[in-house]
């Protein structure tokens, strides 16, 4: 017996809004997260229990822009799109390229991998260490949320059943800064991190002017603190061994992983306390 | 009733929107040269074109892809790059148990198409969500890098 699924795919942003402000849908972007999580037999399709909203035809949803100096990127750019825009940062570029594999880049969106919320996400540690703002619309007008707020715990975000990220913004950056991604796995392409790392920092004159690092995969959501990353503000680069060591013991105590299928809570925490020295360690820091 | 272009012909289908391109076109069409593998994204067995763009059949709802140009394996096999691609897999031993290989033919033509002479790492890079059991991958890569210099282009 083929059961009856409701879904919809409109032309228009504002008719998919009023959908959502009549009923709450499951919205479905790429589709590469929730089509495994819904994952049936071979031949049935996914049982997902909402109605279905498509909008990753919506162009509304795909516009790179800059306005007032800050980057807006539509929630429905494809990890493809966002490495061919001009717009889109080097350093976010580069970590681009280390997540998935083409073809899911080819159909992954930047707005579904924050919706979906998952400990792990790949693009989480860079987006929380931009700063990044998520603009969600509704038929009743548009807010601003920061990704912190947004994400609240594994697959829970503070996201109202008529509303819809349709923006993710990177305020501007005063000056050059220095960004990295690490990301732990299994395998190089299409894995599920076990640890990943961004750091992000701004030197002027050698010393260091704002500073931020983003742990992936080893809690709830991202772990960053802001109390540890002011220690940092106005130190000389490199860094003596003792600050360094405080960083370090000082994320010792706030990162809790997990044992789970994909590896274990030591392993976690010890390549995630590596992957932060070894940024702080660094003699220089090149812009990029 | 979703409308769509597979392999050059528009066809339609009434199956649910959330099924899955792969089961559609296994099940439905009969096009059983792509194939599922895990059925997560990880393998690439089912990767097929849609607009011209590689992707993962098991992670498509067929309801996003209304109006949407597909083309699986079946679709390609007539062209000049498939001849090469073909005739270089089997001179570089690139073909052990086949399962695979309808979806490295598929990343193997993405790239090809997107950089005609790519570098041994752009290779690995093309093929890098596509998982072989057999091969080891160096046959492979050697068999994309043969069709890459006999096509010159293609």
């Given amino acids: ?40 037999r071979r031949g049935v399709p996914p049982k997902i229990p909402k109605p279905i909203v498509f909008i990753n035809h919506l162009s509304e949803l795909k516009q790179v822009y800059q306005h007032h100096k800050d980057l807006h990127i539509g929630a429905c750019c494809t990890y493809s799109e966002l490495l061919e825009n001009p717009l889109i940062p080097f350093a976010l570029k580069n970590a681009i390229k280390t997540i998935a594999a083409p073809a899911i880049r080819n159909r992954g969106t930047l707005g579904g991998n924050i919706c979906n919320a998952s400990p792990a996400g790949d693009m989480l540690p860079l ?51 220095h960004v990295v991604f690490e990301k732990v796995g299994n395998r190089n392409a299409d894995t599920i991190a076990k640890v990943s790392f961004a750091g992000f920092v701004r030197i002027s004159k050698d010393r260091i002017d704002d500073i931020r690092f983003a742990f992936g995969a080893v809690g709830p959501t991202m772990v960053r603190s802001i109390d540890i990353e002011k220690k940092l503000i106005g130190k000389t680069i490199p860094l003596a061994d003792a600050d360094i060591a405080e960083i370090v013991a000082a994320f010792d105590k706030i990162i809790r992983p997990i044992d789970d299928q994909r590896s ?21 820091y090149q812009p990029n | 009733m979703i409308k769509f272009t597979l392999n050059g012909r528009t066809v339609e289908t009434d199956a649910p929107a959330t099924a899955r391109l792969l089961d559609l076109l296994r099940d439905e069409f009969e096009l059983i040269g792509t194939k599922e593998g895990c059925g997560e994204g990880e393998c690439g067995a089912c990767s097929v074109f849609v607009n011209n763009l590689l992707q ?22 007539e062209t000049e790059q498939f001849k090469i691609l073909d005739e270089s897999y089997s001179i570089a031993g690139g073909v052990q148990c086949g399962y695979c290989i309808p979806g490295m033919i598929m990343a193997s033509a993405a790239l090809l198409s997107e950089n005609p002479h790519p570098s041994e790492a752009e290779i690995r ?22 069709a890459a210099k006999k096509g010159d282009g293609l």
């Fill in chain 1, 1 to 40: 017996m083929i059961e009856k699924i409701t879904a919809y795919r409109f032309e228009r942003l504002d008719e998919t809004l009023s959908q959502l402000n009549r009923e709450d849908c499951a919205i479905i972007a790429g589709g590469t997260d929730v089509m495994v999580l819904h994952k049936s």
């Fill in chain 1, 127 to 177: 987006l929380y260490v931009y700063n990044a703002k998520l603009l969600l619309r509704s038929v009743n007008g548009d807010r601003m949320v920061a990704i912190s707020d947004f994400i609240q715990g594994p697959r829970q975000v503070q996201r109202f059943h008529n509303e819809m990220v349709t923006e993710i913004i990177l305020p501007f950056v005063l000056g050059d800064s």
């Fill in chain 1, 264 to 284: 274990t809570a030591a392993y976690r925490k010890t390549v995630a306390l590596h992957l932060l020295r070894y940024f702080l360690s660094m003699k220089q």
């Fill in chain 2, 56 to 77: 993962n059949s098991c992670l498509i709802p067929i309801g996003s892809i209304a109006g949407a140009d597909i083309q699986t394996i079946e679709g390609i096999i």
């Fill in chain 2, 125 to 146: 890079e093309g093929i890098s969500g596509n998982l072989c059991r057999c091969t080891g991958y160096n046959m492979i890569v050697e068999a994309i890098n043969l």
